[in-house]
Structures are given as structure tokens and as C-alpha cells.
């Protein structure tokens, strides 16, 4: 499935979990996975906690400290910052289905990961059954 997303911040975690999840009960699949893919080179695709939105805002505070938006980066466009977050975070990830629904932990959240907005976006969701 396909999904459009419009970003607001610079960078920003977007908690994608509810059209995840919507996905999986479209489909059907009582058991399989459900992978979620970002085909982008400036965001990407991270599960964390989604109970404390501070657990958010300090992701992006520590990802900043370490890797900031300004530096002595080559990349002409000036944002290698974001290119590196990506990376780290991942374009992807792969959550269990169980009995028609994710998998997830109490506190768990699939968040979608910006870091060069704001941006229209997209991320596929692909379900695959046993």
C-alpha cells in the first residue's frame, strides 16, 4: 500500500502506526509481517516509544547534538546532517503480524522520520502472509 505524508518541520517524527495498522486489517492476513518502507534518502523509519512525545523531541535533540545541521559536510546541497539520520534510522522495518493485528510492544510506535522538511512524502506498507 501507498501512502503520501506531508511533513511540517524541518525534522520530525510522524507516528505512522494507525495506517500500519489499517493496512494490516484491509489485508486480511491473519499471521505474516508487514514491512514499512521510506524511499527516500532524507527520512526514514524507526520504531520507539509513542506514549511520551519528550522521548521524541530528545531522539531528535541527541541526533542533532551528534550529528548537526551545520558542519564541515561536503555535500553541496547542505544537508548531509539529514542524509546521515537517515541512515541511521533506516528505510525500513518489519513488524510481526499476530492474529490479524502488529505485533507491537505496550509502548512501541512506527514512526516515519524526517529530517529535510518540510517535504510531500510517501512510505509503502508491503503485508505478507504465512
Known sequence: MHHNIRTTKAQQFIDITNKVANDVI?????????????????????????????????MIYALDKTYPVYGE???????????????????????IIQDGKLLLGTWQGIYFCEFDGPRNREFYVKIIGE
Open 26 to 58: 484491509n489485508s486480511n492476513i491473519r499471521d505474516g509481517i508487514a514491512v514499512i518502507y521510506v524511499p527516500h534518502t532524507t527520512a526514514g523509519v524507526t520504531i520507539n516509544e509513542n506514549a511520551d512525545p519528550d522521548v521524541v523531541r530528545d
Open 73 to 95: 559536510y561536503l555535500h553541496f546541497e547542505g544537508n548531509s546532517h539529514a542524509h546521515i539520520k537517515a541512515s541511521l534510522m533506516g528505510s525500513s522495518c518489519t513488524v
